[in-house]
């Protein structure tokens, strides 16, 4: 088996091989020369220049630089090179491709897919080794390349379809590395319904040279499909019960003319609404259900619509907060005028995403926090005592607070808990100041982003807070003199602002602005929790499991049990429907409860021509030109060979020191080490 | 120093821990006159040696006014030997006399014999002066009855460093002006002999009575080093790598050939070598200049 080098550039390391020939040509065997008073007779003596170019200890010279090229050779990283693969697999491979995507599912095309591969496998002629691939958004090897053909059959037999989105370049690229391995060119064969949404969003794969690639279509029934898209939840205001609007978007793809389908709204799972809708070819229609009353608790709201070509698509999951409304505290101080707390009061009132009810208090108490989706403590002092334990605990859990300095608060200067900042009192600023170097990127801020001009130019601000912002904060927002007019902060999973800006109209005009009202709501909402937006969760994709939970486990729709893959958070969801999370073991109430939906995408059965699928198509090297796969463990065992040498190199410095201070050598090395005055001769 | 032979006090290995170098030539010329058994004043003579005429800067004290009288031209009386004579001492101060195989390094010793030396001319009532034989001619300290003390200061000054022509140096000494006296120069007399033979010889024709003293280290002398060694030059630092024991009977004939070329060219000139070791004690150099300083004036 011959050998080669990782880092062959250490190879030039053996130059240094003449540093051990110069020193002993030099016979610099000590550390110091011996000074002498004169050399006017020893440089004379002719005998010395005869010895200088002569080495004198050869078995010396020799084990020094036999350690440098054991060094050398240690660096270099020397491997045994793997057996010829070529000798090794003269037959070429077959990759059959497997569509698993969530359009598979539609009717008839399952089984069509079954007999597809199956015929590729029995097409194959004996001895012709195979390996399977199955994807959607992305790949999963399930048979390793092999010859066993009645293997492949049972492989094909136990695939299940997955919900996942359909990414053609997945499974290419799984593919390709495959055969990148092999001496001979390869072949893949796609089975797949073609779905042309699949090509989206990644970029095209290469293959290896020679590769040809072999599409079997397996079509659905039909192309009329409808899915329920979206769906949205009104609040409506009533005294008694909690009460909301449910409507659904349902879009149809293909189809000639417009038919009549049913829509039917579940929660809880209970029917609660069925209404008839007319969906127009390629097209979408709007459905409006009677209002209906939610209970206080979360709700699992599901809109189904009657079954066509592509059955996982036809119902939508959501799940509805216990509260449409986020729930805000506003704690005034208790000598506060209303004119001082009625803009903000009123800004947060205003507008329906998010919907803000504002429940304003003098005091906080333990009850007020639990229930608050986020507190605003307007220039009113931080609580003490119990009430601050069960503040910090509630904002360390995910609980959202805005504290804003005004006169009261800052004219008390010190640190303020919990956002750690130093309050440093008030400043007049007779000539208006003005707000500036807005960071536009922060959610809480992002109403601003579009804007041209600067939003905040129009405030003038004649008297306000001082702060020191915390090293942890972010200063979102300065006055002109450069100090935090808006800081950013965390404590554990809850968010924290800090605001200098005067919110009443006595000590600026902030509140008569336009930008008051989305600054204020933005602010607010970020700090509810409303900032990041929650995210679709579509079926194949993970999910990530928040850090209140220490050992998340997902219930499926269907009763499977998943846990987080490996050392992650994040849960794969394969299946569409209600998923719950537990903590710990699937048993009891659920702490969450996650909606996955189909891939939108999924829903489109349009089919593209093969020929699509090679646009862009890359060509890599030859195949053969790259090794297979090989184990850690395997190649780990074919690069260990520094270690020997490392250690050879070690036990000939060893022998080295030992012949080295041996003998009339050692003799030799202790020589008395002198100084420039001379040293004592033996 | 009860209980200790004062003769002892004049081993290298002692002197070699008087830090004082006023001390230590007192302690040398007191040890060295007592074991020598002889008076603080020997040496000295009044005897009359002969007439010469007077030249110009002469004392007018020591005019003879007898003769004055009777010839009607000046003459001054001389004696064997004058009792207050200039005696400079002249040390080697280049980085070859720091060496040192022993408790005391050329230069140590060197300098312990000439501040010995110059304790024991002040005692006998001569001037004393000090010429530092180096790059720094700033050190000279010119004869004089009270220039004990910065002469004994100036020798504990100097440090030996730097490299210098011996032959070259004693010529630009015999350049110096001033009256000519006694001159003991100490080196290790690195130097072709020939050169130092011309330094001497232009002290010589300047008036001076001249006394070389080679200081040679006991391992200069013997070479008794083994194995393999790099010798640097402590001077030039220049490198030579050898094996000692191939070479040292080559060194040892070409050093001593060195030191007898010196001692013929050196004696040549009319004036004293006089060869001494670094491991042997002072009084043979003491006695040797003692005996040099009783030698009846020349050319005076």
């Known amino acids: 088996m011959p050998f080669a080098f990782l880092v062959p550039l250490f190879l030039a390391g053996f130059a240094a091989l003449v540093i051990p020939v110069v020193l002993h040509l030099r016979r610099r065997d000590r550390q110091k020369p011996t000074p002498f008073p004169s050399l006017m007779f020893l440089s004379r003596l002719p005998t010395q220049t005869d010895h200088r170019r002569r080495i004198t200890d050869w078995p010396l010279l020799l084990l020094r630089a036999l350690a440098l090229v054991l060094l050398v050779f240690a660096f270099a990283r020397p491997y045994l090179q793997r057996s010829d693969v070529t ?115 990644t970029s095209a794969p290469a293959l290896p040279s020679g590769t040809t690639l072999r599409t079997v279509a397996v079509h659905p029934a039909s192309r009329d499909n409808a899915a329920v898209l979206a769906i949205e939840v009104q609040s409506v205001p009533a005294e008694e019960a909690r009460r909301a609007v449910v409507a659904a978007r349902i879009d149809r793809h293909g189809g000639e003319a417009p038919r009549t389908t049913e829509a039917v709204l579940v929660i809880d799972g209970r029917e609660i609404s069925t209404v008839a809708v007319i969906l127009p070819a390629d097209g979408t229609a709007r459905v409006v259900f009677d209002t209906v009353t939610l209970a206080r608790a979360e709700a699992r709201v599901t809109v189904r619509v009657g079954a066509d070509a592509l059955p996982s698509d036809d119902a939508r999951y959501l799940v509805v907060p216990a509260e449409l409304a986020t729930r805000i505290t506003l704690v005034a101080a208790g000598n506060a005028q209303p004119d001082e707390w009625r803009y903000v009061e009123q800004a947060l009132r205003i507008g329906r995403d998010p919907v ?93 982003r579009e804007e041209r001009s600067d939003a905040f130019a129009a405030v003038r601000v004649r008297r306000h807070a001082v702060i020191d912002a915390p090293g942890d904060g972010a ?30 109209a006595r000590r600026g005009d902030f509140p008569l602005q336009p930008a008051f009202l989305p600054f204020l709501r933005g602010v607010v909402g970020w700090a509810a929790g409303h900032g990041a937006g929650a995210p679709v969760q579509e079926s194949g994709e993970p999910w990530l499991a928040p850090v209140s939970l220490r050992t998340p486990v997902v219930r499926s729709p269907a009763g499977d049990l998943a846990r987080p893959v490996d050392a992650t958070r994040f849960v794969v969801l394969r299946d569409a ?53 090989e184990l850690a463990s395997a190649r780990e065992a074919r690069q260990r060979g520094w270690r020997w040498l490392l250690l050879a190199f070690l036990v000939v410095l060893g022998v080295e020191t030992v012949v080295a201070s041996r003998g009339w050598r050692g003799v030799a090395a202790r020589s008395p080490a002198v100084s420039s005055n001379g040293g004592a001769p033996r | 120093m009860t209980g200790v032979a004062p003769t002892t006090m004049l081993d290298p290995a002692l002197l070699a821990g008087i830090g004082d170098l006023e001390l230590l030539a007192r302690t040398v010329v007191d040890g060295f006159l007592h074991g020598a058994h002889r008076s603080s004043r020997a040496g000295l003579s009044v005897d009359f040696a002969e007439h010469r005429a007077y030249q110009p800067g002469d004392d007018l004290r020591r005019i003879d006014w007898r003769v004055y009288g009777r010839t009607d031209r000046f003459y001054l009386k001389t004696y064997e030997a004058e009792t207050n004579a200039d005696v400079r001492i002249a040390l080697d101060v280049s980085a070859s006399m720091g060496f040192q195989s022993g408790p005391l390094s050329k230069f140590g010793w060197a300098r312990a014999m000439l501040a010995s030396l110059a304790w024991l001319a002040k005692r006998q009532g001569d001037r004393v002066g000090y010429i530092p034989l180096g790059r720094d001619a700033s050190a000279i300290v010119p004869p004089s009855t009270r220039h004990l003390p910065l002469v004994l200061q100036a020798l504990s000054r100097a440090e030996p460093e730097g490299e210098i022509a011996l032959g070259a140096a004693l010529e630009r ?128």
């Open chain 1, 577 to 629: 429907g209600f998923h719950e999370a537990f903590e710990g073991r699937a048993g009891g109430l659920p702490v969450g409860v996650i909606a996955v939906n189909a891939p939108a995408a999924e829903s489109d059965l349009t089919m593209m021509a093969a020929e699509e699928l090679l646009l862009g198509v890359a060509e890599l090297p030859a195949a053969g030109a790259m090794s297979p796969p």
């Open chain 1, 356 to 448: 803000f009810t504002v429940e304003r208090v003098n005091r906080l108490d333990r009850a007020t926090i639990d229930r608050s989706a986020a507190i605003l403590l307007f220039d009113a002092v931080v609580p003490e005592g119990e009430v601050a334990t069960a503040l910090d605990a509630w904002l360390r859990a995910g609980g959202g607070l805005v504290v804003v300095a005004g006169e009261r608060l800052a004219g008390r200067r010190g640190e303020l808990d919990p956002l750690t900042a130093t309050l440093r009192g008030n400043i007049d600023r007779r000539e208006g100041a003005v707000l500036g170097d807005a960071e536009t990127s922060h959610p809480a801020l992002s109403a601003f």
């Open chain 1, 87 to 201: 000798r090794a697999n003269p037959v070429g491979l077959t990759v059959l491709l497997l569509d698993r995507s969530a359009s598979m599912d539609a009717v008839g095309v399952r089984e069509a897919w079954v007999d597809s591969a199956r015929a590729v496998i029995e097409g194959l002629p004996t001895g012709r080794r195979i390996a399977i691939v199955a994807f959607d958004a992305s790949a999963t090897v399930l048979l390793e390349p092999t010859d066993d053909h009645a293997a492949a059959r049972a492989v094909i037999g136990a695939t299940p379809v997955a919900a996942g989105a359909t990414r053609f370049a997945a499974g290419l690229r799984a593919a390709a590395n495959l055969l990148a391995h092999e001496p001979l060119p390869g072949d893949i064969v796609l089975v797949s319904d073609l779905q042309r949404s699949g090509l989206a969003a």
């Open chain 2, 173 to 300: 000494v015999a350049e110096l002006k001033g009256r000519a006296g006694m001159l003991v120069v100490a080196s290790d007399c690195y130097d072709r002999p020939e050169a130092i033979q011309h330094g001497v010889a232009a002290l010589e024709a300047r008036g001076h009575d001249v006394m070389l003293l080679h200081v040679i280290d006991p391992a200069e002398r013997d070479l008794p080093y083994e194995g393999s060694e790099t010798f640097a030059d402590l001077e030039t630092a220049h490198r030579v790598a050898l094996k000692p024991q191939e070479i040292r009977a080559g060194y040892l004939e070409a050093f001593g050939a060195h030191g007898d070329a010196l001692a013929e060219r050196v004696g040549g000139t009319g004036a004293e070598y006089l060869r001494v070791y670094g491991d042997e004690p002072l009084d043979r150099a003491l006695r040797a200049w003692l005996e040099h300083r009783r030698r009846p004036e020349r050319g005076r």
């Open chain 1, 475 to 504: 200063v979102l927002l300065r006055f002109d003199d450069g100090s935090p007019a808006l800081i950013a902060g965390a404590s554990g999973a809850g968010r924290t602002m800090l605001v200098a800006i005067p919110l009443d």
